[in-house]
């Protein structure tokens, strides 16, 4: 079986880190700025940057349409951090004019952290991510404070002043961290996202 083609939406944020670790967990990994370029992949994953520039360049860029489509149609997407709060049907503390592509039914704080812990650390168990706790890093994160029904909770950060946080979500084909796994060398949410990928195909 050939390797799932998965893009990094290449509008702002962590992209060559993203596509690095795609690559080494087995995929063919590529930058994704334009709908031609979206149309030749089989998943798609939403960096970490600035959720309000990546929601503006997405529609300079005529992005928004063809995304909310290949979501509608099944298509995987992961998204970390920024990406995070791209996915969420509700921003708390965002700006008024933010627009996300509203795929999994929960509502995400922006830098919900706070201002004194703006980046950290902190180890989360990952449902369906074998072996130890993963090492989260936390880069003025959200976090999901509701749910919908259909909305799976595979991560909260286990210890620490943010305990009890939910960290990462699945809703079908789609998956969330509030953290940058590109970030850190373990490539095993990028495995497990590839897995989702290939099983979609």
Known sequence: MTAPVIGVLALQGDVREHVAA???AGAGARPVRRPAELDAVDGL???GGESTTMSKLADIFEMREPIDKRIADGMPVYGSCA???MLATEVLDGRPDQRGFAGIDMTVRRNAFGRQVDSFEAPVTVVGVPGEPFHAVFIRAPWVERVGARVEVIGVVSDGPAADRIVAVRQGNLVATSFHPELTGDLRV???FVDL???AR
């Open 45 to 47: 994953v939403i960096p």
């Open 190 to 192: 990028h495995a497990y």
């Open 83 to 85: 990406g995070m709060i």
């Open 22 to 24: 795609l690559a080494a």
């Open 197 to 199: 990928v290939r099983a």
